[in-house]
């Protein structure tokens, strides 16, 4: 049976009771679900558990997703994510703490979806079918859930687009969007662009 899948929560129970999105019409779909094609044969996946010893020190963090047979680790980054100095720094610090232990590392930006390119550039992994349908923004100013550039402090913005810079559909596919609706004030789309052009 084809499956449709759709914009990216942290788990099938969250994608659930997200329901439909409106805009487009998609589904939400866990990360869970992601995972479950992207590593079929990976059945130790952790969730929102800590780690305990990491490096030799008692660590309260809990990854989103880890697996210690592939001594990896998965984080979905809401929107939360993108909102405070503090947030994106502890992000960071969490990243090195975990490659030092010697696991990769996954961040995955709540503006990414998962199409087939997207999990080549995170996982390093060829998914055969098809997944997300890279035609759809991800990005909207729509309640209740609105996340665009605009709903970001200034740190937040440079970060989607650096990080936004290893995903050129993507990025394309949400600025035509944004410049679409027409209204910078709840869009921020320049912004965005503006800090594109600073990495350039």
């Not at 394309?172 to 990495?199: A, I, P, S």
Request: aromatic content about 12%; hydrophobic content about 30%; charged content about 30%.
């Amino acid at each position: 049976m084809f499956k449709i899948w759709g914009f990216l929560r942290e788990t099938k129970e969250d994608a659930q009771k997200a329901g439909i999105d409106k805009a487009s019409g998609l589904p939400r779909t866990g990360l869970d679900e992601y995972l479950s094609v992207i590593y079929p044969e990976t059945t130790d996946w952790i969730h929102d558990k800590s780690i305990g010893n990491l490096n030799g020190k008692i660590c309260r963090c809990r990854p989103d997703y880890r697996s210690e047979s592939l001594k990896l680790i998965v984080e979905f980054d809401g929107l939360q994510h993108y909102t405070s100095p503090d947030k994106i720094i502890d992000d960071d610090e969490k990243k090195k703490s975990y490659e030092n232990a010697g696991y990769k590392c996954v961040r995955i930006p709540y503006f990414i979806q998962l199409t087939q390119s997207a999990v080549k550039t995170l996982f390093g992994v060829d998914v055969s079918q098809p997944l997300f349908d890279p035609k759809f923004p991800s990005l909207n100013i729509e309640k209740p859930y609105p996340c665009s550039p605009a709903y970001l402090c200034p740190a937040g913005i440079a970060r989607m687009a650096k990080e936004f810079k290893l995903f050129p559909e993507q990025y394309k596919t949400n600025v035509e969007y944004l410049e679409k609706l027409n209204d910078e004030y709840r869009t921020g789309v320049n912004l965005l662009k503006f800090e594109m052009q600073k990495l350039e």
